[in-house]
């Protein structure tokens, strides 16, 4: 360093003069260049002077920016902004407080320039990582600053556009800054995020609905598409704690700027969410939703479809994440709205007359509008079944049977079957509002019962299930009962033949027009069907005989009779379906019969074209024949005895009520043709008798078939060759069920039991251990399978009335965790 | 080296058009501006006044009174060392919104808070809707003090400001007396002037 020439300069500091080196005289000349580079030389060099170089420079700031000096302003924020970039030292830190200060100073300024300036250093800022963090930095000015030039409303558009992108740049850098560092400044906090999302929001609306073409500026320079990427920024960075700091302010926003309707914004907005959020939470953001729907318990059905409208938007991304824990909430919940929804109409518009908060109060002060309360309904029975659709298919059993837990039943099945107004015993019909509501929840059943898809019959239909299903099936209101065929349909139905049977409203010539898909029933499926068979024939054979159905009730129990001839209809149960077709048409020629002629018309019509396609099906010749020269009788002299059906049709009132001999089907060339193919038709001689006799339901005939098909079982298991010696041979009893099983070829029951000895026999000297192992071990998975299902009718037999609308607190998410009732029931979906 | 002994945080609030944003403009850049647009969000000024030889910056956040940017002006409560509450001398409507302002403060402000009710445009007299006498009998069963101004006739905007820096200012130092008997309170803003243009 040269000597005492330096003397009388040297009065001031040597960092202040290196400072003061890098302003030119001119400030239009801009930094001094190469003076920086010293000064960054010596900064770098001598830490412990960062300090007071940063003081200095604030100190020079200050004064400039009071004296508006912009030019010198500018010069030593690029200074800074060097400085900062050069120096990774722990003196860093006092630096930064000088740094941080002239930001500060910038910002405040009313100077659309120098606010600009101070956030574009604020950002440099906040991408540098500091080596030792700073406690007691705050960054509150600097949010409420930058969400303050978020809203900037300067008159000159291209300053209005710089300024709120500033603010949101800079927004992104506190974010950036302090989200990795939770010993700093929490910005999850309410009173941080509470200014950083709606300042978000607005940008993102602000552009929304512009459509100035794109094409003079960077989409990154456009403050709604840079606001976009900020809020997904934030969601990605967001815990599970944080997330509804987040989303309750979007909730907010959107109440506020009235944006839910119509929603295409609130769409994008939950979009955007929902692929920023880190998937493991993404079923947090559906729950926020479904708790705002109750917030809006009293809003306008308007509001509230949109918000179910999103609802089922985000459900499709979230795939089988938008669930979580509490799958039934979810299901509750909106059942619970479909369910208001319906007493409001009911009531029309009285039931929330009651306003709970002033800001609905303008609302619901609107008129009630019924057809929007159908829309809303639509939407939730959509939205139910976007939900059930990402379910994996038990739970959808599950949701079934949650679903059907909340419809009403009829009191019991007498009152059911009574009720019917001509019925001697005749009782009030139930309400509309019952009505009402069965018909909805059946629909949103009916929903999630499309998107399940049956493997074994058993397992879709538990005891639980199956049985309030088939009361339903039998309910007044002709409406409700074909909604419930079409769920049998969707549910019976493993191959898409139920469209092709709708289609198909007359007599088949061919089969194979028809282009049906069928497959041998399973074992399992044959077992359902002992066990259930007698119970779906009493259900059908009720059903067909109510005088209030309509022609969509007859095609509809004709379709589900049809899917139980191809989906199941093997050996006995195909006998006992025609049986069933036979006490039909046995009951439609009973003169004693008060069913309106179009009605018995329409019986036999099915009745037709039911055994029609039994005959095409099974194909043998001489049923065909038969089947067919009857049909060709009715075609030439009583066609109204054929398909097509339509009850809503008047009939002449000429029009006979017996049906000649030769219209008639005949037990005896069917049960012939029957047995030349080898079928058991023991069971055809003893006729079909369909009792009405409420009270007992469980002595029904079914109780029988239950006690033979569940020794049928015990038969195969322990092949006794003296079991089963005692048995009146003219009934059915276990004793014919397992011939059937077993052969379904040999009528001779002692041939067949020495058959069976060698079949056993066989298998025990052909077979490997292995192959017995193997066959003993699907027994056991059969015997499980039983168990399990003894076990669920047992467990779930009361219905937990989950719908208690009980919610947790929404400040706490944390709490979706915690619904006892539901984890016990879903353990495999809790995530945590 | 700040520049200022004392920093306070004042936010305007108040249904909109009531003449917030006047008020602020007419106290930090001593004009009444013509045709002055709806505020968006919030906006901000700031001022420093010297109060007893000391300078005091007041950052005065300006809110919007369009409810719905409701959920990012309350955000600024939070944090606020004063509020004022303003509303429009010509308009009962404004007055009868009071209530539920006074609401949300409780809700959303700190309890330290110091609140002054302002009834502004009185140089509209032929226009009065809410008399003097009601004001005060709002702003007395509320427990604050009341001040009728005029953005456009410069009428009590300065007396306003420099109350409430005055007031925070002895707030500050009676907390600091505690500690150490130092300073008198100052007692009107006689000695006050401003500094500093922003
Ligand atoms: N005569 C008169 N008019 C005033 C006064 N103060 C404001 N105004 C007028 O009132 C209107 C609204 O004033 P603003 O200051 O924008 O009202 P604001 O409270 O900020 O409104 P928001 O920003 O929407 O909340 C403008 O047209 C002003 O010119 C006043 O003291 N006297
Ligand atoms: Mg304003």
């Known amino acids: 360093m040269p000597g005492c020439c330096n003397c009388l300069s040297s009065c001031k500091p040597r960092y202040k003069r290196l400072v003061d080196s890098i302003f030119p005289a001119d400030p239009e000349d801009g930094l001094v260049r190469s003076n920086m580079e010293k000064l960054t030389f010596y900064a770098v060099s001598h830490n412990e002077k960062l300090d007071r170089i940063g003081g200095y420079l604030a100190h020079r700031l200050d004064r400039d920016v009071y004296r508006q000096r912009i030019g010198y302003v500018v010069i030593s924020m690029q200074a800074l902004d060097q400085l900062l970039l050069a120096c990774h030292a722990q003196s860093l830190n006092l630096f930064v407080e000088s740094f941080l200060r002239m930001v500060h100073k910038l910002l405040e300024s009313n100077m659309p320039e120098l606010q600009i300036l101070g956030t574009n250093s604020f950002v440099k800022f906040s991408q540098i990582e500091e080596d030792t963090p700073s406690y007691h930095r705050t960054y509150d000015f600097f949010i409420s600053k930058f969400a303050s030039m978020c809203h900037n409303n300067s008159d000159h558009a291209e300053t209005r556009r710089k300024i709120r992108l500033a603010g949101l740049k800079g927004l992104q850098g506190v974010v950036r800054k302090t989200v990795s560092d939770e010993l700093q400044v929490n910005i999850w906090d309410t009173t941080y995020m509470d200014k950083i999302v709606p300042s978000f929001l607005f940008n993102m609306n602000e552009g929304f609905d512009s459509h100035e073409s794109p094409v003079h500026d960077h989409p990154e320079e456009k403050p709604e598409v840079l606001a976009d990427s900020c809020l997904r920024d934030v969601m990605r960075r967001a815990a599970y704690a944080n997330i509804h700091t987040v989303i309750k302010p979007v909730l907010k926003h959107l109440d506020l700027h009235e944006l839910w309707v119509p929603n295409n914004f609130a769409i994008k907005v939950f979009k955007g969410i929902m692929y920023s959020i880190q998937s493991q939470y993404r079923y947090v953001t559906p729950h926020f939703l479904l708790l705002h729907l109750d917030e809006h318990m009293k809003n306008t059905p308007k509001i509230k479809r949109s918000i179910v409208e999103i609802l089922k938007e985000i459900v499709a991304i979230a795939a089988d994440g938008a669930v979580g824990p509490s799958v039934l909430e979810i299901f509750n919940t909106l059942l619970r709205h479909l369910r208001m929804s319906v007493d409001e109409r009911l009531s029309g518009g009285q039931a929330s007359s009651t306003d709970r908060s002033a800001s609905s109060s303008k609302k619901t002060k609107q008129k009630f509008d019924e057809n929007e309360e159908i829309l809303f309904e639509e939407a939730i029975i959509d939205t139910i079944g976007a939900f059930a659709n990402i379910l994996p298919d038990y739970q959808k059993i599950e949701i079934m049977m949650f679903i059907m837990g909340k419809v009403p039943m009829p009191r019991d099945r007498s009152s059911t079957v009574l009720q019917e107004e001509d019925h001697p015993l005749s009782l009030e019909p139930k309400g509309e509002g019952d009505i009402l509501v069965q018909d909805m929840l059946l629909k949103s059943l009916l929903e999630v019962g499309t998107k399940y898809t049956t493997v074994s019959m058993a397992t879709t239909f538990p005891a639980s299930f199956f049985q309030p299903l088939l009361n339903m099936s039998v309910i007044t209101n002709p409406g409700i009962r074909v909604i419930v065929q079409e769920i049998l349909h969707t549910l019976i139905d493993r191959r898409d033949n139920v469209i092709k049977l709708y289609a198909n409203r007359g007599i088949v010539k061919n089969i194979a027009d028809l282009e049906l898909k069928c497959e041998k029933a399973s074992r399992q499926d044959i077992m359902f069907m002992r066990k259930h068979g007698a119970e779906f024939q009493w259900h059908i054979f009720e059903n067909l005989i109510r005088v209030k159905n309509t022609t969509k009730n007859f095609v509809a129990i004709y379709c589900t009779m049809a899917l139980l001839c191809v989906e199941l209809g093997t050996d006995d149960i195909l006998v006992d379906l025609v049986k069933l077709a036979l006490a039909l048409q046995d009951h439609a020629c009973d003169p004693n019969c008060k069913m309106p002629l179009t009605h018995l018309y329409a019986i036999h019509s099915i009745v037709a074209q039911y055994l029609n396609l039994i005959g095409q099906l099974t194909a043998i010749p001489s049923l065909c024949q038969h089947i067919s020269q009857v049909i060709e009788e009715r075609r030439k002299s009583a066609p109204y005895l054929l398909p097509p059906i339509s009850v809503e049709d008047k009939v002449p009132a000429t029009s006979p009520r017996g049906v000649a001999p030769d219209l008639l089907f005949h037990v005896d060339s069917i049960s012939e043709a029957l047995a030349s193919s080898g079928h058991d038709v023991t069971r055809l001689s003893l006729p079909y008798i369909h009792v009405q006799e409420p009270q007992n339901v469980d002595t029904r005939p079914r109780s029988l078939t239950d006690v033979g098909s569940i020794n049928v079982d015990f038969e195969l298991l322990h092949s006794s060759p003296t079991a089963g010696r005692k048995r009146p041979p003219e009934e059915v009893t276990f004793e014919s069920l397992k011939q059937v099983l077993i052969s379904g070829i040999n009528d001779s029951s002692a041939e067949d039991e020495r058959q069976k000895r060698l079949d056993v026999l066989h298998s025990f000297q052909n077979s490997t251990l292995d192959e017995l192992a193997a066959a003993a071990d699907t027994r056991n998975e059969k015997w499980q399978q039983k168990l399990n299902d003894i076990l669920d009718t047992v467990t779930k037999s009361p219905q937990t009335p989950a719908g208690s609308p009980t919610r947790p607190d929404p400040s706490t998410p944390l709490q979706f965790q915690s619904i006892p009732t539901y984890e016990m029931k879903f353990p495999e979906l809790c995530v945590y | ?198």
Not at chain 2, 26 to 53: C, H, N, S, W, Y
Not at chain 2, 112 to 128: E, P, Q, T
Request: with cysteine; hydrophobic share 35%.
């Open chain 2, 1 to 198: 080296m700040e520049d200022y002994k004392y920093l306070f945080k004042v936010v305007l609030i108040g249904n909109a058009g009531v003449g917030k944003t006047c008020l602020v403009r007419r106290f930090t850049q001593g004009l009444f501006p013509p045709g002055q647009g709806a505020t968006i969000g919030v906006d901000f000024m700031i001022k420093t006044v010297e109060i007893g030889g000391e300078k005091v910056k007041l950052q005065i956040w300006d809110t919007a009174g369009q409810e719905r940017f409701r959920s990012i002006t309350q955000s600024y409560y939070h944090s606020a060392d004063a509020l004022v509450l303003v509303f429009d001398v010509t308009s009962t409507e404004t007055f009868n919104a009071l209530p539920s302002w006074l609401k949300e403060v409780e809700q959303y402000a700190s309890p330290k808070v110091i609140s002054v009710l302002v009834g502004n445009k009185i140089d509209l007299a032929s226009d009065r809707e809410v008399t003097n006498e009601e004001a005060e009998t709002f702003a007395d069963t509320h427990d604050m003090r009341l001040l009728e101004t005029s953005a456009k006739e410069s009428d009590n905007v300065d007396k306003l400001f420099l109350d409430i820096a005055v007031e925070l200012t002895n707030n500050v130092r009676n907390s600091d007396i505690k500690n150490s008997l130092s300073e008198d309170p100052i007692r009107d803003h006689s000695s006050v002037s401003f500094c500093c243009r922003t």
